[in-house]
C-alpha cells in the first residue's frame, strides 16, 4: 500500500504531468460515484472508448484502479490506495480545474 507522500506525487504525475490527466481525474471522479465499465465511462464522459480505454489501462497500471468481470463485462472500481487517499486527489483536482 502507497503512503500519502507517495499517492500525491503519483497523482501529480498521472494528473498534471502527463498528457491526458484531465480524462484520467474525471475516470477518478466518475468511478467515486459508481463502479462503472468502459462503455459507461464512454457515455458519462463523452469520450471515446479508445481512449477511455488506454487511461483505464495507465490507472490500472499505476494501482488507481481494480477490475473485475471479464471481457465486455469488466467493471472498473477505484482501488483501496486512491479510494482512501480521496481527499489529496481533491486537493489536486481543485488545482487543476483552476488553471
Same mark, same amino acid.
Given at each position: 500500500?502507497?503512503?500519502?507522500?507517495?499517492?500525491?506525487?503519483?497523482?501529480?504525475?498521472?494528473? %498534471?504531468?502527463?498528457?491526458?490527466?484531465?480524462?484520467?481525474?474525471?475516470?477518478?471522479?466518475?468511478?467515486?460515484?459508481?463502479?462503472?465499465?468502459?462503455? @459507461?465511462?464512454? +457515455?458519462?464522459?463523452?469520450? /471515446?472508448?479508445?481512449?477511455?480505454?488506454?487511461? %483505464?489501462?495507465?490507472?490500472?497500471?499505476?494501482?488507481?484502479?481494480?477490475? @473485475?468481470?471479464?471481457? #465486455?463485462?469488466?467493471?472498473? *472500481? %477505484?482501488?483501496?490506495?486512491? /479510494?482512501?487517499? #480521496?481527499?489529496? *486527489?481533491? +486537493?489536486?483536482?481543485?488545482?487543476?480545474?483552476?488553471?
Amino acid at each position: 500500500m502507497m503512503d500519502g507522500e507517495s499517492i500525491k506525487r503519483l497523482l501529480w504525475y498521472l494528473l %498534471l504531468g502527463t498528457r491526458g490527466g484531465i480524462n484520467r481525474a474525471r475516470i477518478i471522479n466518475a468511478l467515486k460515484e459508481r463502479p462503472m465499465n468502459a462503455n @459507461q465511462l464512454t +457515455e458519462a464522459l463523452k469520450v /471515446d472508448y479508445t481512449t477511455i480505454d488506454h487511461h %483505464l489501462k495507465i490507472l490500472k497500471a499505476h494501482g488507481l484502479v481494480v477490475s @473485475q468481470g471479464e471481457k #465486455y463485462a469488466v467493471m472498473y *472500481f %477505484l482501488s483501496r490506495e486512491i /479510494d482512501a487517499a #480521496y481527499n489529496i *486527489f481533491l +486537493e489536486i483536482w481543485e488545482k487543476i480545474r483552476t488553471k
